[in-house]
């Protein structure tokens, strides 16, 4: 395990070059990491493979960790079950990248955990913001744009600006 922990202080911080362009955030992807990675895990003679298995009929994928010939370390995740080959691939290059960045303890922005986390509730409308609220969406204003600042019964307001 010595050689993982110098792997480790090696590796440095990967730059987020790519953007998910679904939830438009930075990520560094599967063959940036292996092109930084791959010349440390040869200097240290270690060699990572990650081979797909299954885990009782369950798709999963196992990271391998070899000091020479001797193994070291032997990690199975299980896979989500997807039945579109391309979603499924997503799924294992998203996996592989998330293994090795823990394995080596990768320096990145955790902002996927920032987005996973639910959202505080939004604040109920006061008497007085729905006064204005109603002559706001009377004048053309977006109801849907109301919706990311508070919370209110739509149904409710609809006919509360209908009765004015």
């Known amino acids: ?73 032997n990690e199975t995740i299980i896979l989500p079950v997807l039945t579109d080959p391309q979603k499924m691939g997503s799924a294992i290059t998203y996996y592989r990248r998330y293994s090795l960045q823990s394995l080596f303890l990768l320096q990145a922005e955790d902002d996927d955990a920032n987005k996973a ?5 939004l604040p109920q409308m006061t008497t007085e913001q729905e006064m204005k609220a109603i002559a706001w969406i009377k004048e053309g204003g977006d109801l849907n744009e109301l919706s990311k600042k508070y919370s209110f019964d739509r149904v409710e307001l609809l006919n509360k600006v209908n009765a004015r």
């Open 117 to 121: 986390r639910p959202k505080p509730p």
């Open 1 to 73: 395990m010595k050689k993982i922990l110098k792997i480790q202080s090696e590796i440095g911080t990967l730059s987020k070059s790519e953007t998910n362009p679904f939830f438009k955030s930075k990520y560094f992807d599967i063959n940036g990491l292996l092109a930084q990675l791959q010349p440390i895990l040869e200097k240290h003679e270690v060699t990572v493979v990650q081979p797909l298995t299954n885990i009782n009929g369950v798709p999963a994928l196992k990271t391998i960790v070899y000091d020479g010939d001797t193994e070291i370390l």
